[in-house]
């Protein structure tokens, strides 16, 4: 008992100025686990959990994450604080310090290495072994392979604890902690059952969690005397500190919704498509995928909210996860959610995090906030042995306040946002999930447990595909519902959704879908769960809520060879304007959607002159965030719904934009011109035409119209498309799209009932759709389109979580193998799940003889140091991504102002100085800023955007 009595866990540094013994925070995590089986656990990862230890879930759970630490009780570890050491030396416990110390043999290694033995000792099975020991080794954030354990040949053994008296010792801590903890002992402890890979990962993260809890020092301060170590005493603690942290889950156990229940939560009576997303989510006979297809407006995330409410009440989840193509598109399903679940319970809006890199500009979420300075991540009592090794990122979170109205600041820290009972964010966080990073089962835990709706799903290309089906696959096995939402979904991507999930639900490589029914008519629900190992289908379809709207189609030709690329695009706009002239002639409003920023901004800069500044606006990506948020949201007010807050609409007005118009943008327009795209991105931006009812239209534009540009057809030879086009999506399909385009010209489209049908001929395999003059080109355009799908889906497979091959894996053995080491910053992780160049955001400041200015004006500083809490919201205000061609000379040219430097939101920012007379040179680039044009770049040798395929 003096050996167990000297053996620390954290040093007085980190734990509030007294030595904490292992003894005590391994009990503090039991402890804490306890309170989150208590006040946070999903329904269904109890039953999984008591149905794996004969219905001690609680006591085995709380078992699990204490003993995660007891690695410590080893020379590599308790020789890292002198103090501790010294105690631990006196006690009897030696080892040869040089040796050790050259070993770098981490704790949580040590850990996995010990209850390889220990559990074997007690007479545990060889398959109970096998998964457990992953979670102990892994609770850093990265799970080893089991050879890397072969600690015992490093430095002769020295690390990890030579001699008896260290194995006694080891024993014993992992003994008294087990019989303290409420167990008769070791063996005892041995579950019946082997969970899913998916639910060792979900566990392994709840571990970290509970681990990371129990190390905030303010709530659990030293205990240095054996005799004052008892699991009440840790669970006195643990309820006090869950409490001041503000913690606690989503739901719990959820009624089953009654049949009047979406009339209750959204003011309305179900469509049609909703009501069949309600039956189908009320009738799937096990947590399964529902994938609704549905026209745009048709109210597809009412149905998919509800369909969650549904799933969550049958199956045991406590909460919900939303996923959004963008951010932009995740900021009004914010409010949107929120609005939801204040219908189910008030208190759950307090619940709801919003997950994107651009939440600080959300006014609803910054409104929510207590205003607290404190930094989520500041009060981890850390441990020395993790500064050397570069571990100590993960750290810990402040409290909540009664007064806060969004989840509890220990959610908000690094890593932990997906924990919340609720989210919202970008499908980036679900495809994070999906990679093998550091920490990456605290992303899983967040995710399991909880319903997942991801919407536009369509939109994610063949790279990003990859993480979303390895995201289905662990989904799938860990049996979480999951809704996925679209308008135009090619029937390729639906049956490779559907085999992933089931792929993961079977524990295994592949799932053969060829008996998966098509949808018969549109819109459409799939659902496909697996029961007894059988795949189970339901496919059923409703009549559509709007009548089709008959939409003309309008080719414009883009007249090219012309001696300089300015001539043509010059005459490209003047084309353009005239059109425009005679469709606006009586008035109405028109949405042009250009596929680059600077073909958007001359396209802006001629409608100008043509129309007066009062009726051209202009929407892209290259503009401040302030100007951005403020133009969108004056393009929804004079475009939105009408007579939602008494805004007229505007006799005439033309919206200039990129994609940022295409999905989940709430405008309603006359006409619209679109440069040729994919044809299913193409039938997103017809949505966003003749939107809403009650809308008075001139009679000139009564009848939609869509107009199509960007290419020029030349007889029977293969059109010419915009090279700029093709670089972006890939001549193949906008070969194909353009058939279809010009087979309807001086035609129409019956919108929507056409859409599956359209998306069908383009993305299918039949090979009438060009006609027989253009097939050697399309032959030629598919061979190349192949190829690059095949490579950008190779390019993918090194950051998988799951190795080709593995799938059929039963532990979380090696899982982090071959990862990049430490952790990536979010803008990195970016990187690795969307394909594509890199591109940095950079602030944008004013630079004088005096010092710098706010980009509105407002005095900075000789070093930017002026920074009141308006003063950094205006700064932040500024910030713009600027073109992947000038990341390079960014990276190597553009730093933090120096009164930045010790700003938590400002110290990582780049800042581009502008000045007045003369544009910023950027490598050799020459950068400017307007207020109605956004960033402009000239010089440098021309490129086209990276393709999109």
């Given at each position: 008992?003096?050996?167990l009595?000297?053996?620390?866990g954290?040093?007085?540094?980190?734990?509030?100025?007294r030595?904490n013994?292992?003894?005590s925070?391994?009990l503090?995590?039991?402890a804490?686990?306890?309170?989150?089986w208590?006040n946070?656990?999903?329904?269904?990862?109890k039953?999984?959990?008591?149905?794996?230890?004969?219905?001690?879930?609680?006591?085995?759970?709380?078992?699990?994450?204490?003993?995660?630490?007891?690695?410590?009780?080893?020379?590599?570890?308790?020789r890292?604080?002198?103090?501790?050491?010294?105690?631990?030396?006196?006690?009897?416990?030696?080892?040869?310090?040089?040796?050790?110390?050259?070993?770098?043999?981490?704790?949580?290694?040590?850990?996995?290495?010990?209850?390889?033995?220990?559990?074997?000792?007690?007479?545990?099975?060889?398959?109970?072994?096998?998964w457990?020991?992953?979670?102990?080794?892994?609770?850093?954030?990265?799970?080893?392979?089991?050879?890397?354990?072969?600690g015992?040949?490093?430095?002769?053994g020295?690390?990890?604890?030579?001699?008896p008296?260290?194995?006694r010792?080891q024993?014993?801590?992992?003994?008294?902690?087990?019989?303290?903890?409420g167990?008769?002992?070791?063996?005892?402890?041995?579950p019946?059952?082997v969970?899913?890979?998916?639910?060792?990962?979900?566990?392994?993260?709840?571990?970290?969690?509970?681990?990371?809890?129990?190390?905030?020092?303010r709530?659990f301060?030293g205990?240095d005397?054996?005799?004052?170590?008892?699991?009440?005493?840790?669970r006195?603690?643990?309820?006090?500190a869950?409490g001041?942290?503000?913690?606690?889950?989503?739901?719990?156990?959820?009624?089953?919704?009654?049949q009047?229940?979406?009339?209750?939560?959204f003011?309305?009576t179900?469509?049609?498509?909703?009501e069949l997303?309600?039956?189908?989510?009320r009738?799937?006979?096990?947590?399964?995928?529902?994938i609704v297809?549905?026209?745009?407006?048709?109210g597809k995330?009412?149905?998919a909210?509800?369909?969650?409410?549904?799933?969550?009440?049958r199956?045991?989840?406590?909460?919900?996860?939303?996923?959004?193509?963008?951010?932009?598109?995740?900021?009004?399903?914010?409010?949107?959610?929120?609005a939801?679940?204040?219908?189910?319970?008030?208190?759950?809006?307090?619940?709801?995090?919003l997950l994107h890199g651009?939440?600080?500009?959300?006014?609803?979420w910054?409104s929510?906030?207590?205003?607290?300075?404190?930094d989520p991540?500041?009060?981890?009592?850390g441990?020395?042995?993790?500064?050397?090794?570069?571990l100590?990122d993960?750290?810990?979170?402040g409290?909540?306040?009664?007064?806060?109205?969004?989840p509890a600041?220990w959610f908000?820290?690094?890593?932990?946002?997906?924990?919340?009972?609720?989210?919202?964010?970008?499908?980036?966080?679900?495809?994070?999930?999906?990679t093998?990073?550091?920490?990456?089962?605290?992303?899983?835990?967040?995710?399991?447990?909880?319903?997942?709706?991801?919407?536009?799903?369509?939109a994610?290309?063949?790279?990003?595909?990859?993480?979303?089906?390895?995201?289905?696959?662990?989904?799938?096995?860990?049996?979480?519902?999951v809704?996925?939402?679209?308008?135009t979904?090619?029937p390729?991507?639906?049956?490779?959704?559907?085999?992933?999930?089931?792929a993961?639900?079977?524990s295994?490589?592949?799932?053969?879908v060829?008996d998966?029914?098509?949808?018969?008519s549109y819109?459409?629900?799939?659902?496909?769960?697996?029961?007894?190992g059988?795949?189970?289908?339901d496919?059923?379809?409703?009549?559509q809520?709007?009548?089709d709207?008959?939409?003309?189609?309008?080719?414009l030709p883009?007249?090219?060879?012309?001696?300089?690329?300015?001539e043509?695009?010059r005459?490209a706009e003047?084309?353009?304007?005239e059109?425009?002239?005679?469709?606006?002639?009586?008035?109405?409003?028109?949405?042009?959607i250009?596929?680059?920023?600077?073909?958007?901004?001359?396209?802006?800069?001629?409608?100008?002159?043509?129309?007066?500044?009062?009726?051209?606006?202009?929407?892209?990506?290259?503009?401040?965030?302030?100007d951005?948020?403020?133009g969108?949201?004056?393009?929804?007010?004079?475009?939105?719904p009408?007579?939602?807050?008494?805004?007229?609409?505007?006799?005439?007005?033309?919206?200039?934009?990129?994609?940022?118009?295409?999905?989940?943008?709430?405008?309603?327009?006359?006409?619209?011109?679109t440069?040729?795209t994919?044809?299913?991105?193409?039938l997103q931006?017809?949505?966003?035409?003749?939107?809403?009812d009650?809308?008075?239209?001139?009679?000139?534009v009564?009848?939609?119209?869509?107009?199509?540009?960007?290419?020029?057809?030349?007889?029977?030879?293969?059109p010419?498309?915009?090279?700029?086009?093709?670089?972006?999506?890939?001549?193949?399909?906008?070969?194909?799209?353009?058939?279809?385009v010009?087979?309807?010209?001086?035609?129409?489209?019956?919108?929507?009932?056409?859409?599956?049908?359209?998306v069908?001929?383009?993305y299918g395999?039949?090979?009438?759709?060009v006609?027989p003059?253009?097939?050697a080109?399309e032959?030629?355009?598919?061979?190349?389109?192949?190829?690059?799908?095949?490579?950008?889906a190779?390019?993918?497979?090194?950051?998988?979580?799951t190795?080709?091959?593995?799938?059929?894996?039963g532990?979380?053995?090696s899982?982090?193998?071959?990862?990049?080491?430490g952790?990536?910053?979010?803008h990195?992780l970016?990187?690795?799940?969307?394909?594509?160049?890199?591109?940095?955001?950079?602030?944008?400041?004013?630079?004088?003889?005096?010092?710098?200015?706010?980009?509105?004006?407002?005095?900075l500083g000789?070093?930017?140091?002026?920074?009141?809490?308006?003063?950094?919201?205006?700064?932040?205000g500024?910030t713009?991504?600027?073109?992947?061609?000038?990341?390079?000379?960014?990276?190597?040219e553009?730093?933090p102002?120096?009164g930045?430097?010790?700003?938590?939101?400002?110290?990582?920012?780049?800042?581009?100085k502008?000045?007045?007379?003369?544009?910023?040179?950027?490598?050799?680039?020459h950068v400017?800023?307007?207020?109605?044009?956004?960033?402009l770049?000239d010089?440098?040798?021309?490129?086209?955007?990276?393709?999109?395929?």
């Amino acid at each position: 008992m003096r050996q167990l009595g000297a053996l620390w866990g954290k040093s007085r540094q980190k734990a509030g100025g007294r030595i904490n013994l292992l003894l005590s925070h391994l009990l503090d995590t039991a402890a804490v686990a306890e309170q989150i089986w208590d006040n946070y656990l999903a329904p269904s990862t109890k039953r999984i959990l008591n149905a794996l230890s004969q219905g001690r879930g609680r006591l085995f759970f709380a078992w699990l994450c204490g003993v995660h630490d007891c690695g410590k009780a080893t020379p590599a570890f308790q020789r890292v604080d002198a103090d501790g050491a010294d105690a631990v030396r006196r006690a009897g416990l030696s080892w040869i310090e040089p040796v050790v110390q050259k070993a770098r043999w981490r704790h949580d290694k040590a850990g996995g290495t010990l209850v390889l033995r220990l559990l074997k000792e007690a007479g545990w099975e060889g398959e109970q072994i096998a998964w457990l020991w992953p979670l102990v080794a892994g609770h850093h954030g990265t799970v080893p392979s089991k050879g890397a354990l072969l600690g015992l040949r490093t430095g002769r053994g020295e690390p990890q604890g030579k001699g008896p008296a260290w194995a006694r010792v080891q024993a014993a801590v992992v003994e008294v902690f087990t019989r303290l903890v409420g167990f008769a002992d070791l063996a005892d402890v041995q579950p019946q059952r082997v969970p899913s890979r998916a639910v060792q990962l979900q566990l392994s993260g709840l571990v970290v969690m509970a681990d990371w809890i129990a190390s905030d020092e303010r709530h659990f301060p030293g205990v240095d005397d054996l005799a004052d170590v008892t699991m009440q005493g840790a669970r006195d603690r643990a309820v006090k500190a869950w409490g001041r942290l503000g913690l606690r889950g989503g739901w719990g156990r959820l009624d089953d919704p009654t049949q009047d229940a979406f009339a209750c939560r959204f003011d309305q009576t179900p469509r049609p498509s909703q009501e069949l997303v309600l039956d189908v989510a009320r009738r799937i006979p096990g947590p399964g995928l529902l994938i609704v297809e549905a026209p745009m407006g048709e109210g597809k995330t009412k149905a998919a909210l509800g369909a969650a409410e549904v799933l969550a009440a049958r199956f045991g989840a406590d909460g919900a996860f939303v996923g959004m193509p963008t951010q932009a598109t995740s900021d009004p399903m914010f409010s949107q959610v929120r609005a939801w679940l204040n219908k189910i319970d008030p208190e759950l809006t307090r619940q709801v995090a919003l997950l994107h890199g651009k939440r600080m500009f959300n006014k609803e979420w910054q409104s929510l906030l207590d205003g607290s300075d404190a930094d989520p991540d500041s009060f981890y009592g850390g441990i020395e042995e993790d500064d050397l090794y570069g571990l100590a990122d993960s750290p810990f979170g402040g409290e909540g306040t009664a007064e806060r109205q969004a989840p509890a600041e220990w959610f908000l820290g690094r890593k932990r946002g997906l924990l919340s009972p609720f989210v919202v964010g970008t499908i980036d966080q679900l495809l994070f999930a999906a990679t093998r990073t550091k920490h990456v089962m605290l992303r899983a835990a967040g995710l399991m447990g909880k319903v997942v709706v991801l919407d536009e799903v369509h939109a994610a290309d063949v790279y990003m595909s990859q993480f979303l089906l390895e995201g289905l696959r662990w989904l799938g096995q860990a049996q979480v519902p999951v809704v996925l939402l679209s308008a135009t979904l090619p029937p390729a991507q639906r049956s490779a959704f559907v085999a992933a999930y089931l792929a993961g639900a079977a524990s295994a490589e592949t799932f053969d879908v060829t008996d998966l029914p098509p949808p018969q008519s549109y819109p459409s629900v799939t659902a496909a769960c697996l029961v007894d190992g059988r795949a189970v289908y339901d496919v059923d379809d409703a009549p559509q809520w709007r009548p089709d709207l008959d939409v003309t189609v309008t080719v414009l030709p883009e007249i090219h060879g012309a001696d300089t690329v300015e001539e043509e695009s010059r005459q490209a706009e003047n084309d353009l304007a005239e059109l425009l002239l005679d469709r606006l002639a009586q008035g109405g409003c028109a949405l042009v959607i250009r596929n680059t920023v600077p073909r958007a901004q001359h396209a802006y800069q001629v409608l100008r002159e043509r129309f007066g500044d009062g009726d051209v606006r202009l929407l892209h990506g290259r503009m401040t965030a302030h100007d951005r948020a403020e133009g969108t949201e004056e393009c929804l007010q004079l475009l939105g719904p009408p007579g939602k807050d008494g805004t007229r609409r505007p006799e005439r007005l033309i919206l200039v934009a990129t994609q940022l118009a295409e999905q989940s943008f709430d405008v309603d327009a006359d006409v619209l011109v679109t440069d040729l795209t994919a044809i299913d991105l193409l039938l997103q931006r017809l949505g966003r035409m003749h939107r809403h009812d009650g809308v008075a239209r001139p009679a000139r534009v009564r009848r939609p119209e869509v107009i199509i540009t960007g290419f020029a057809p030349h007889g029977e030879k293969a059109p010419w498309i915009l090279p700029a086009s093709e670089a972006i999506y890939g001549r193949y399909l906008l070969l194909r799209t353009a058939a279809m385009v010009c087979a309807a010209d001086g035609g129409s489209w019956s919108v929507p009932s056409e859409v599956p049908r359209l998306v069908e001929r383009v993305y299918g395999d039949a090979t009438d759709v060009v006609p027989p003059a253009w097939s050697a080109d399309e032959q030629q355009a598919r061979q190349k389109w192949t190829a690059q799908q095949e490579e950008r889906a190779r390019s993918a497979e090194h950051f998988l979580l799951t190795r080709a091959g593995e799938h059929t894996n039963g532990t979380l053995d090696s899982l982090h193998y071959g990862a990049a080491p430490g952790s990536l910053a979010e803008h990195r992780l970016e990187a690795v799940v969307r394909d594509g160049e890199r591109s940095l955001e950079v602030i944008l400041v004013r630079e004088d003889q005096r010092g710098y200015h706010t980009l509105a004006g407002r005095w900075l500083g000789v070093n930017g140091e002026a920074l009141s809490d308006d003063v950094v919201e205006e700064v932040l205000g500024a910030t713009v991504r600027l073109p992947s061609k000038l990341t390079e000379p960014a990276e190597r040219e553009l730093a933090p102002l120096d009164g930045w430097r010790s700003h938590p939101w400002l110290k990582h920012s780049r800042a581009l100085k502008l000045t007045a007379d003369t544009p910023t040179t950027l490598g050799e680039y020459h950068v400017r800023y307007d207020e109605k044009l956004g960033l402009l770049v000239d010089g440098g040798s021309r490129r086209p955007p990276r393709r999109r395929t």
